[in-house]
């Protein structure tokens, strides 16, 4: 294995499975390599771009390069795309791997593997990728719809950090059923419920089921004339998360226009701290997307009214 500084830190990505999988991941590569407890910290994209970078030593999990990483004793694992190549810091990049695959085949060179380690990565990386082409892509779906239903440091919480605990795990049946009740009902209604943000970007309402196989069916059966199609969800702490699905590429413009990334067809963005409802979140995005556009609505119920008109002009 190439030599890596022993980090003061790792960090890795706080919205999903794979952000889970490659810091757990690369905690244990560094208590087998310097036989010390290195501490976890896990953000999401917004307040990432905020973190001050002040440690000497660090360990980056599934998030994308760029200059502010490229440190001496810096050590990026990760998928996204990026056009710059490291100069002082460390890069390992595969566009074609999840950064838990990724962080995986380094613990794997120091005996770390498994069988258990083993399904549970690909399970990651076909559900990360989106491989929908993989026979495990419904299954998948449900371990990665774990850390969105429960949270990152819930999950982490309950399974001890252990990860390996999250194969075949009682939860599972929960998504199961979820997506198998829930998804259908939740697609249905959805598709009569897509307003305009932009020219390019739909806003997609959801009341229940699985946003992102929701949206991934929308995008698939070419149910909306937007590429871009985007769902919003408030935590419990107040904030709103954007999240967007494309087919071809689209959705990551757009994710950054808002602070955010992720990958090409799948990302987020975290929106400010001045949002504070889904109707505020939709004014804010007209705003930011349509810079020229004249007021935007005020609230969802206005977003209907439209959708109802333009339904009975179908009609």
Known sequence: MTQFAKPDVIITHESDLDGLIAGVLLQRLARKVFDAHVPLEAYHYNVW????????????ADFTFEQRLDKANWLVVDHHVTEL?????????????????????????????????????????VSDLFLEEDSD???????????KIYGFWNLHALLGGEIEK?????????????RRIEDPLGLEWSKGNVAEISPNVGFVDTVIGNNNLIVHQLLEQQATRYPVLLTMFRRTNGVVIASL?????????VAEKLQGG???????????????????????????????RDAPLNSLENIFAELEGEQAARR
């Open 49 to 60: 771009k905020q973190r001050d970078l002040r440690e000497k030593s660090a360990w980056v």
């Open 85 to 125: 190549r490291p100069q002082q810091g460390q890069l390992i990049h595969d566009v074609n791997k999840s950064a838990g695959l990724l962080c995986y085949e380094l613990c794997c060179e120091q005996g770390l593997g498994s069988p258990v380690l083993d399904r549970l990565v690909h399970l990651n990386n």
């Open 137 to 147: 892509f419904i299954l998948a779906g449900d371990y990665a719809n774990l850390v």
């Open 166 to 178: 999250l194969l075949d795990h009682p939860l599972l049946e929960v998504m199961a059923a979820k």
């Open 245 to 253: 699905r494309s087919r071809n590429g689209e959705a990551l413009k």
């Open 262 to 292: 992720g990958h090409a067809n799948a990302c987020g963005a975290v929106l400010p701290r001045s949002v504070k409802t889904i109707p505020d979140a939709v004014n804010y995005l007209r705003q930011v997307l349509n810079p020229k």
